[in-house]
């Protein structure tokens, strides 16, 4: 079976990062190579241990059947305005998992999701598509990830937890256990959520608490 080709939409700081998790994740070079990123800004990529180029704008490229994508875009709308983009043109999204991370088996996992080094997916979870989860973060038993959402780094994301679509979670926020975050509300950088965050509200603080 020939390997697929992973190509990395967006190739600024955070898609270098994705490039080098995806050369320590499960699946490389068993089930796809690095063939490159994608970026609709003027990037050349010199830096060491990158090999391969961006391969021109997202908007102008047509993706090609032995394609698959992951996206390394943070802002969660713009993610899923861009990852929508290319699916209406054919491409296939897949995952990439570091090899040091933990998923149980009875996490119910999507696709396009990106966990970097020791995260943990814990037991009946649900990851829905586009989902990022940085380094050292932890999505408890039974909790919800929602489409598109964005994890930050040293995030605790306890027990019954529940993210609907677009969250985003700054560095070392966390949740405690049945607390809920509607869609696309930001959750600031150090912030404990105990209750309910509405949909759009961005919070911050121990507990958190309306900022705008």
Not at 174 to 183: D, F, L, R, T
Request: hydrophobic residues 40%.
């Amino acid at each position: 079976m020939s390997l697929k080709n992973l190509i990395i939409v967006g190739a600024g700081g955070f898609g270098r990062e994705v490039y080098q998790w995806a050369k320590q994740s499960f699946g490389y070079e068993t089930e796809f190579k690095l063939k490159g990123f994608l970026d609709d800004g003027k990037i050349e990529i010199n830096e060491k241990g990158i090999e391969h180029p961006v391969l021109g704008k997202i908007s102008d490229y047509q993706p090609k059947d032995d394609d698959v994508f992951i996206m390394a875009i943070a802002i969660p709308k713009l993610k899923l305005e861009i990852s929508q983009s290319l699916i209406k043109k054919g491409a296939k999204f897949t995952n990439v998992i570091h090899k040091t991370s933990i998923v149980l088996p009875s996490a119910k996992m999507g696709v396009g999701i990106v966990i970097c080094p020791f995260s943990i997916v814990s037991s009946l979870s649900e990851v829905q598509d586009h989902v990022f989860i940085n380094t050292n973060t932890t999505i408890g038993h039974d909790a919800f990830i929602g489409l598109g959402s964005t994890i930050s780094g040293h995030c605790d994301i306890t027990g019954n937890c529940h993210l609907e679509e677009g969250v985003f979670l700054g560095s070392h926020a966390c949740m405690v256990p049945k607390s809920h975050i509607g869609s696309y509300a930001v959750v600031g950088a150090g912030s404990c959520v105990v209750k309910k965050v509405a949909a759009g509200q961005t919070v911050i603080g121990v507990p958190a608490k309306k900022l705008f």
